[in-house]
DNA sequence: TTTAGAATTAGAATTATTCTAAAATCATTT
DNA sequence: AAATGATTTTAGAATAATTCTAATTCTAAA
C-alpha cells in the first residue's frame, strides 16, 4: 500500500459518515496538503476495485465510500442522510427464493430520518 | 403532459431494458430527430419528480430509467446486465425488523448472468 | 549511486449534467 | 383568426465530475 491508499482507507474505515470523494480529499489534505484530486480518485478506485472499499450509489447523491463490513443502509430522501443498520434474514432469503448463487446484495430502506421530520412538524 | 414527456415515458415504461438517457435520446429520436440532449434530461427529471418513472444507480454505472412497478434487481458485475425479478417477504422482513415507518426499499442482487458464465467456462 | 518501475502531480480532455436566454409552441381570451 | 401570456423546447454556454496523459518524483533493488 502506497501512502495515499493507506490513508485513504484509514479515513474511509474509521469515519462515522460515508465521505464523498470530496470529503475524502479534504480530510487527506489536512496530513497531505500538496494532495490533488485525481491522486483521490486513482487511490478510492484501486481500493474499491480491490475490494477494500464499498461505493454506495444513491440517485442524485455523488457517490460515498464505506467500510466493507456487512451492513444495509437507511436513506432519507430529504437531506441524503445514511444510517447504518444491520437486518436479519436477507441473504437467507435471497438464497431461499433465487435458484442461484449470488455474490453480494445491497439494500436501501427510504424514510425520513428524525431531523427531517422533526422540521416538518416545526412548519 | 406535453408530446416529449409523453413519448419519453412510453419509452421508458414499455422497453424491456433499463435505459439510460443516451439510450432513451437515441429511441427519442427516431420520431422527433431535432430532438436535443438537454429536453431528454428536463422530461426524465420531471418524470422522476413527479414519481411516475424510476431511477436506479448503480455503482460505476451510469443512471438507468425503469417503469415504477415494484420489483427487485438481479445485476451482473461483470457486463453491467439488469435482470428484473420478485422477491418476497422483504417488506414485511423490514416492517418487523425497523421500528419505524419506510417509504421504499431498494434491493440489488449481484450476481454472474449466465452469459458472462457461459464466457467464463469459454476461456 | 544508478536505474527501473511505480506513484503522484498538473493540467488538459472528456463526459455528464445543469443553466440561461431566446425562440417556438400552446391554450385561452378577444 | 389575432393577440396574449404561459409553458416548452432549443442551442449553446457553464459547471461539475471524472478520466487521461505526460512529465516529475519517489522508492527500493542492483
Given at each position: 500500500?502506497?501512502?495515499?491508499?493507506?490513508?485513504?482507507?484509514?479515513?474511509?474505515?474509521?469515519?462515522?459518515?460515508?465521505?464523498?470523494?470530496?470529503?475524502?480529499?479534504?480530510?487527506?489534505?489536512k496530513k497531505y496538503?500538496?494532495?490533488?484530486?485525481a491522486t483521490i480518485?486513482?487511490?478510492?478506485?484501486?481500493?474499491?476495485?480491490?475490494?477494500?472499499?464499498?461505493?454506495?450509489?444513491?440517485?442524485?447523491?455523488?457517490?460515498?465510500?464505506?467500510?466493507?463490513?456487512?451492513?444495509?443502509?437507511?436513506?432519507?430522501?430529504?437531506?441524503g442522510r445514511l444510517?447504518?443498520?444491520?437486518?436479519?434474514?436477507?441473504?437467507?432469503?435471497?438464497?431461499?427464493?433465487?435458484?442461484?448463487?449470488?455474490?453480494?446484495?445491497?439494500?436501501?430502506?427510504?424514510?425520513?430520518?428524525?431531523?427531517?421530520?422533526?422540521?416538518?412538524?416545526?412548519?
Amino acid at each position: 500500500m502506497t501512502k495515499y491508499e493507506e490513508e485513504i482507507y484509514r479515513i474511509i474505515t474509521t469515519s462515522k459518515d460515508h465521505l464523498t470523494v470530496e470529503q475524502i480529499y479534504g480530510e487527506v489534505k489536512k496530513k497531505y496538503p500538496k494532495v490533488v484530486m485525481a491522486t483521490i480518485y486513482n487511490n478510492v478506485n484501486k481500493l474499491w476495485r480491490a475490494g477494500l472499499v464499498r461505493k454506495i450509489s444513491v440517485e442524485n447523491m455523488p457517490d460515498r465510500y464505506d467500510r466493507i463490513i456487512k451492513h444495509d443502509h437507511l436513506v432519507c430522501p430529504r437531506c441524503g442522510r445514511l444510517t447504518d443498520v444491520s437486518l436479519d434474514g436477507i441473504a437467507d432469503s435471497l438464497r431461499g427464493q433465487l435458484g442461484q448463487e449470488f455474490l453480494a446484495y445491497d439494500l436501501k430502506v427510504f424514510y425520513i430520518c428524525p431531523e427531517c421530520r422533526e422540521q416538518e412538524r416545526e412548519q
